[in-house]
T-cell receptor
Framework: DTAVSQTPKYLVTQMGNDKSIKCEQN?????MYWYKQDSKKFLKIMFS???????INETVPNRFSPKSPDKAHLNLHINSLELGDSAVYFC??????????????FGPGTRLTVL | AQSVTQLGSHVSVSEGALVLLRCNYS??????LFWYVQYPNQGLQLLLK??????LVKGINGFEAEFKKSETSFHLTKPSAHMSDAAEYFC????????????FGAGTRLAVHP
């Protein structure tokens, strides 16, 4: 059973389009995250939700809107896609509480290409 | 603010040789430090972590790392490299303000040749 899953794995789209990436975890975790990995492999946190509440928002353009319908899901919707949005997006989750030593479990990533 | 510097974006070793991947951190509070590995086209997997206590931390796949506060370092080592160790390795530190915000280094690509 996949612990953290993301769909789709690959996403190719035109500039200006709106797209969504879905993430689901079956680990019973309270906290979920979105990270962006650019073409140079640099990883940066975008958002974090704890019990469906937004707790981290890292100066991400407001074209990006995360939504957490329940603790097991954290989706990422992107409006008006730009070339610079091309990256690999990783979802992650971690266990109960906000303690920083809780291991984060990562999904396989979604490679977004904006043409 | 916290930050991580990984020295060497690419490291190449022979199979059976020592692996040493360097990580230095900056933190105004006691840090929690992590090493993650990313195999091609996959997500990240935790290798090991340091929170408190023993400064020599053992992880999966024979890797270990030592927290040295005086040197602000958390270098990753493995005595004998295997071909299967070829991957991207990321050092990370928890961000300020709690909430488990990982701050990653730029990564080091490890190549293992026969």
């Amino acid at each position: 059973d996949t612990a953290v899953s993301q769909t789709p794995k690959y996403l190719v789209t035109q500039m200006g389009n709106d797209k969504s990436i879905k993430c689901e975890q079956n680990l019973g975790h309270d906290t979920m995250y979105w990270y962006k990995q650019d073409s140079k492999k640099f990883l940066k946190i975008m958002f974090s939700y704890n019990n469906k509440e937004l707790i981290i928002n890292e100066t991400v353009p407001n074209r990006f809107s995360p939504k957490s319908p329940d603790k097991a899901h954290l989706n990422l919707h992107i409006n008006s896609l730009e070339l610079g949005d091309s990256a690999v997006y990783f979802c992650a989750s971690s266990g109960a509480g906000l303690d920083p030593y809780n291991e984060q479990f990562f999904g396989p990533g979604t490679r977004l290409t904006v043409l | 603010a916290q930050s991580v510097t990984q020295l060497g974006s690419h490291v190449s070793v022979s199979e059976g040789a020592l692996v040493l991947l360097r990580c230095n951190y900056s933190s105004s509070v006691p840090p929690y430090l992590f090493w993650y590995v990313q195999y091609p086209n996959q997500g990240l997997q935790l290798l090991l972590k340091y929170t408190t206590g023993a400064t020599l931390v053992k992880g999966i796949n024979g890797f270990e790392a030592e927290f040295k506060k005086s040197e602000t370092s958390f270098h990753l080592t493995k005595p004998s490299a295997h071909m299967s160790d070829a991957a991207e390795y990321f050092c990370a530190v928890t961000g300020s303000g709690g909430y488990n915000k990982l701050i990653f280094g730029a990564g080091t690509r490890l190549a293992v040749h026969p």
